[in-house]
């Protein structure tokens, strides 16, 4: 159209006319790409995004993931046990008690059984089971509460070794990833040995060896079908599925056990049902190890401790066995509970003070004393009985209360099992620092008695048979056998002759007086020995001497022979603790503990040789590897002159057949021995010999004071070792016949010459070279050179002492079967701190 041209009028009806559509299809392809590639962006990024967020979730969660290596020399903690020489168990150590086995020893019916209940699919996936964590997620969704993780074996595995078990989302992601890695470093075998020996199934057990102990008393390898199934369904829930305290929750979950099993061919419908109705036969819940066993356990142990240290024996698996004979441990600690409680009974320990006091005097009094602060423990302190229950007593110390308990208290129940105290009586206790201190309750023990203990120990092998540190390990746990240096008094003696008959100037026919004599002790200071009657004897063999436990004679020795003389033969028959340098050396001024005195007796039994006490003969490793101890290179070695000793045996024999050791005098056997007691009677010892057993026994307070009148070794030792022997060594062999160098002679007993011709005599043991040449005159004959000396010195010398004080006068513990002068010691007392240590 020109550009003047006019636009053509609309058509009729003022309208006009549309465009034409345009055709259908044209722009729709183009939105289409257009959301296609804007959705193909958004995948890409976002995939991108989740890509970069997975690596970089990754790197995150495996910055700091454990190695997993350390798996493939799997060391749990497991628990050590030690045996008995009989091979019963008599004691445990442990962080977690667990004994590792290896896959051959698990049957399959336990594996099959712990696959059915808890990971069916495990030697299929590749650690991680996606199938069972969808359907654990679904069937938690429809329960409304988590019913199960999914977790794989190797998943719990990694949860329960490498990682902790909080529950957190990390924690989760970290297990994911090093089940993965778990399982190209370890087989299946190797992971489920390790899961079998890891899981918990409760009452303290780790691992199925101590789990089928527990339940059935029997090894892994020899559990059946019923209870395979019964431990594989423990794991879920040890505490509430536990047969022992949930028999028909654990009933079920057995059962669903078994009727996995069947669905993964692992058994037949009938014997699964066979196996559903079997009884549980649990065995007895395993006990402790005996209460008194444990004076030995305690002692042993510290010798392990310090052959392979208290982490290997609480951690490492090991088998410890040891000398211990159980009937005798047994007879040895009935022996020391019985003595104890005669010696209570006679001087009235444990008994309450006469006088009752009021609550408010009682406190009033105390408070001020104690300054508000309780006594610490250990320390015996007064307390007011507040209650008597069945439990025990609640007593009150005027500034807290403390509880005991009956089981604590139990050497002084009545014959009617009840404690024959009364409210407001006063006793004496002690707060025990191993017990809960609380601020208004304490515990305590009875305190302020005497305790004991007793050695037994075979004298060829050095082998302790028995030991006992106390009357109550639970109540006092202080191993007294080998904790307590004690002074021997006359038990010392022996040293002191023996060294005396190897100088082969003195023999037991030797004849020494006995007479008061004063001795210069050094820094000013003047001793008189005394004896234990207050009288003196004049002249008197050295065996009746030994025999009489005479002070004099003794002191007199060993001047004679020397202090050093004294402390070599002592340190030669295996005495190691300090030995005093002085004549006081010979009335036992030295302490020991006890076990080291029976030990050195113990050389005497065995003709001269010496060993160290030993109560550990082997340790097994976890490994299988073996410690010996005591084996072949540490036979018993030569210290004394067989000859000698056997000299010494015989005189000591006198000690029981006409002296202190009286008590043991109709023995069956011919017991050799020696008592002692120390100053003040602060310490009574006996050590009887057999030529197959040493028996020792100590008795005195933890904190040295006097045992009281008419206590003496003779009276208050000796009747714990005659207990003992008659218990458990009535038979045996005896002792050897006298060795090269000993002759047996007969003598005159008058004095120190060879019996007459046609004269009886008596009985006398010389070494060779030593014996008499000259011969006493015939009956009838005068010899007017013994007829003057009995006419000045006369039957007894009873001359004032000077020097110490009197020992207040005591009587003889023992009938008068030939005298008994084993009475307190009079040695110099030693300072004495009531408060030291043991």
Same mark, same amino acid.
């Given at each position: ?141 429809? +329960? ?25 989302? #990390? ?63 423990? /794991? ?41 109705? =079997? ?8 006990? +402790? ?21 208290? #982490? ?103 014959? =009617?099992?009840?404690?024959?105290? =009364? ?5 004496? /206790? ?169 030990? +050195? ?37 030569? $210290? ?20 202190? $050791? ?10 050799? $021995? ?20 040493? +028996? ?43 060795? #090269? ?52 010195? $006369? ?44």
């Amino acid at each position: 159209m020109s550009r003047g041209a006019r636009p053509k009028p609309p058509p009729k009806g003022g309208k006009r006319p549309r465009k034409a559509p345009p055709k259908k299809g044209k722009a729709a392809p183009s939105l289409r790409r257009r959301l296609l590639r804007i959705g193909l962006l958004l995948s890409l990024a976002l995939g991108t995004l989740g890509a970069a967020g997975l690596v970089g979730g990754y790197f995150y969660f495996v910055r700091d993931l454990p190695d997993i290596r350390s798996l493939r020399d799997y060391q749990p903690p497991q628990v050590s046990r030690m045996y008995a020489a009989d091979g019963t168990v008599i004691g445990e150590f442990f962080t977690e008690r667990r004994t590792v086995v290896g896959r051959d020893r698990i049957p399959d019916v336990m594996v099959h059984a712990i696959l059915s209940a808890e990971d069916a699919d495990f030697y299929r996936h590749e650690g991680l089971d996606f199938t069972g964590m969808l359907r654990a997620l679904y069937n938690s969704l429809r +329960a409304g509460r988590v019913t199960g993780s999914g977790s794989t074996i190797t998943q719990q595995t990694v949860k329960n070794l490498v990682l902790s078990p909080e529950k957190r989302f #990390e924690r989760k992601a970290k297990e994911l990833i090093l089940a993965r890695r778990l399982e190209t470093h370890l087989s299946k075998d190797d992971i489920l040995t390790i899961y079998l020996n890891a899981i918990y199934f409760g009452h303290g057990r780790y691992g199925v060896q101590e789990a089928a102990r527990y339940f059935w008393g029997k090894d892994v390898s020899e559990l059946t079908l019923p209870q395979a199934a019964m431990l594989a369904g423990v /794991v879920q829930s040890p505490e509430r599925l536990s047969p022992r305290k949930h028999p028909d929750r654990a009933r079920e979950r057995r059962a669903y056990v078994l009727d996995q099993m069947v669905k993964n061919g692992h058994v037949g419908k009938a014997e699964a049902e066979a196996a559903k109705q =079997a009884p549980f036969d649990l065995a007895e819940v395993p006990k +402790a190890a005996p209460l008194e066993m444990r004076w030995f356990v305690d002692a042993a142990r510290d010798e392990v401790v310090e052959l392979v240290g208290a #982490e290997a024996l609480t951690t490492g698996g090991l088998r410890v066995h040891t000398t211990l004979d159980p009937a005798r441990q047994r007879a040895a600690v009935a022996a020391v509970q019985a003595g104890l409680k005669a010696l209570d009974a006679r001087q009235g320990f444990g008994r309450p003070e006469k006088k009752t006091v009021s609550e408010a005097a009682w406190r009033k009094a105390r408070t001020a004393k104690l300054k508000g602060k309780p006594p610490p423990p250990g320390v015996p302190a007064r307390a007011r009985v507040e209650a008597v229950t069945e439990k025990g007593l609640e007593v009150d110390l005027g500034v807290g209360r403390a509880r005991v308990r009956l089981r604590d208290a139990a050497r002084f129940v009545d014959d =009617a099992g009840k404690l024959p105290y =009364a409210v407001g009586q006063i006793v004496t /206790v002690q707060v025990r620092a191993d017990g809960p201190a609380f601020p208004k309750r304490m515990d305590a023990i009875l305190a302020g008695v005497p305790e004991a203990a007793l050695v037994v120990l075979d004298p060829q092998t050095r082998d302790v048979l028995a030991l006992v540190g106390g009357y109550d390990h639970r109540a006092s746990p202080l191993n007294r056998a080998v904790q307590a240096h004690r002074q021997p008094g006359s038990a010392f003696k022996p040293f002191v002759w023996g060294a005396a008959f190897e100088t082969k100037r003195f023999t037991p026919a030797s004849r020494l007086v006995d007479a008061p004599e004063t001795h210069h002790i050094g820094k000013g200071k003047f001793w008189t020995p005394k004896n234990y009657t207050g009288t003196f004897k004049g002249p008197i063999t050295l065996r009746t001497a030994l025999a009489k436990s005479v002070n004099s004679i003794a002191v007199s020795l060993i001047e004679d022979v020397g202090v050093s003389a004294v402390q070599d033969f002592a340190r030669r028959a295996t005495i190691s603790s300090p030995l005093v340098d002085g004549p006081t050396l010979a009335l036992g001024a030295s302490e020991v503990t006890p076990l080291e005195l029976v030990n +050195a007796f113990a050389t005497f039994a065995a003709d001269g040789r010496v060993g160290q006490p030993r109560l550990v003969t082997k340790v097994v490793h976890a490994d299988g590897a073996e410690e010996q101890l005591g084996g072949e290179d540490d036979a018993l070695q030569q $210290g004394l002159d067989p000859a000698v000793v056997w000299v010494l045996r015989d005189v000591m024999r006198s000690v029981v057949t006409e002296g202190s $050791g009286a008590g043991l005098k109709g023995f069956p056997r011919p017991v050799v $021995g020696k008592t002692g007691t120390s100053n003040e009677a602060r310490d009574a010892w006996f050590v009887g010999l057999l030529p197959d057993v040493v +028996a020792g026994a100590w008795v005195g307070f933890d904190r040295p004071r006097p045992l009281g009148r008419k206590e003496a070794g003779g009276r208050t030792a000796l009747p714990i070792v005659k207990a003992y022997l008659e218990a458990m060594e009535t038979k045996g062999p005896g002792w050897p016949a006298p060795p #090269e160098g000993v002759e047996e002679l007969r003598v005159d007993p008058d004095s120190e010459r060879l019996a007459a011709e046609g004269s009886p005599g008596v009985r006398e043991v010389f070494l060779a070279g030593t014996a008499p040449t000259e011969v006493a005159p015939a009956a009838g004959q005068v010899d007017a050179g013994s007829f003057f000396f009995e006419e000045a010195a $006369g039957p007894a010398l009873d001359v004032p002492t000077i020097g110490l004080a009197p020992v207040p006068e005591t009587l003889s513990p023992l009938p008068p079967a030939g005298g008994d002068d084993d009475g307190p010691d009079d040695a110099p007392p030693v300072e004495d701190d009531e408060d030291r240590p043991l």
